[in-house]
């Protein structure tokens, strides 16, 4: 797990206005507490904050880990930039735990999602993001597909009619629902995320957020509450994930801004373009005729003949007894050129006929025929 290296801690408590920064070495780092402690003193929050170097940017692609930072709605923006085609879904605890002593997790949840929702460049377009959101327990509900979440009003129609579930905890089988059903309806051009917002311990988890990387998608953990076990929350996100919590569902609305960071990131971050596959190269095609450079007529007959291939080697007598060839490497032709070898009978009635067929190959062998017979019965 990857946590921002630089960290610094800084403590304060409203009433006295005391304020002890340890090793505060970055000025950038000084400039995006400012709004965050004067937000906290008009609110007369006391705590700490632990916050990762850069981590409103959410650069660097590592795990992002917030406890609860006041923001306003106003410091949250929209994508801008988007490059990149996102098929987006919500996981959304619905169990009996989130409604414990009044915490309202359902309500806020749904506020939650409707937020994310209204900053991002949802639609139906060729780098658009869709936004599907799926309901868990024990049991499974998609409240809408990816094919259907293309308008911020149809998500948010969907978001109020979600129903309460309100049985056990099981995160797990809800990721595995997701992967397999949920993103089945992804776009193959299209990044996927899955953004899993959960309160306690599951315990089936790992298997299922396994399954989902290695389906290519990126998961981020959001755990709400002191019940959460930090160690399953890291084994949602995965080495390369982000994770986020906060202390109850009221604060939620705290890592709002840092929630839509990580998937606006996701947006405007060129998918990386795959290596070609290479094509196997084919097997050579061998002609059906035999390869030969050199082509050889015996006569061992009572006459003489001639033999050549029509339009490509000249005509050579050949005499009784004698053995006559031809190498057509100097021919000037193209590799396994077919190359007709024809004999004519010379004295009597003449007679001619096709005796072979080579596929010329610089690398072949030699073709040797020999013709036998009288000059009214021969063969070669």
Not at 36 to 51: C, D
Not at 141 to 166: R, W
Not at 248 to 272: F, G, Q, R
């Amino acid at each position: 797990l990857k946590v921002f290296p630089n960290i610094r801690f800084l403590n304060f408590r409203v009433e006295s206005v005391d304020l002890l920064f340890s090793e505060l070495v970055l000025m950038k780092a000084f400039a995006f507490f400012l709004p965050v402690l004067a937000h906290a003193m008009e609110e007369g929050e006391v705590g700490s904050v632990l916050y990762g170097n850069d981590a409103s940017s959410c650069q660097g692609r590592s795990v992002l880990q917030t406890k609860a930072v006041s923001m306003t709605r106003e410091q949250v923006t929209e994508c801008t930039t988007v490059v990149t085609p996102l098929d987006l879904v919500f996981l959304v605890d619905s169990s009996g735990s989130i409604e414990q002593n009044n915490a309202q997790g359902h309500n806020r949840s749904k506020q939650f999602v409707k937020d994310v929702t209204n900053d991002l460049p949802v639609g139906d377009g060729a780098t658009d993001t869709r936004v599907a959101v799926v309901q868990f327990a024990s049991t499974q509900t998609t409240e809408i597909e990816l094919t259907d979440g293309i308008s911020k009003s149809a998500v948010e129609k969907a978001v109020k009619d979600m129903a309460y579930h309100g049985t056990a905890t099981f995160t797990g089988a809800g990721i595995k629902y997701a992967t397999d059903f949920t993103f089945r309806h992804a776009r193959p051009d299209a990044a996927k995320m899955l953004i899993v917002i959960a309160d306690g311990n599951s315990k089936d988890t790992q298997q299922g957020a396994d399954d989902a990387r290695d389906s290519g998608i990126d998961l981020v953990a959001v755990g709400v509450g002191d019940q959460i076990d930090e160690e399953e929350m890291q084994g949602i996100a995965g080495s390369n994930g982000k994770m986020l919590s906060v202390e109850d569902y009221a604060h939620l609305i705290t890592i709002l801004a840092n929630t839509t960071e990580i998937v606006c990131d996701e947006v405007s971050t060129p998918k990386p373009t795959p290596a070609p596959t290479p094509r196997p190269t084919p097997a050579p095609t061998w002609p059906a005729d035999p390869l030969a450079h050199t082509i050889c007529v015996r006569n061992s007959g009572g006459y003489a003949l001639d033999f050549w291939a029509p339009g490509v080697v000249g005509k050579t007598r050949v005499l009784l007894g004698a053995e006559k060839c031809v190498d057509m490497r100097h021919l000037g032709l193209t590799k396994f050129q077919q190359v007709r070898v024809n004999v004519k009978v010379i004295g009597g009635k003449p007679k001619t006929r096709m005796v072979h067929t080579v596929a010329y190959y610089s690398q072949g062998e030699t073709a040797k025929r020999t013709c036998t017979g009288t000059i009214h019965n021969w063969k070669c």
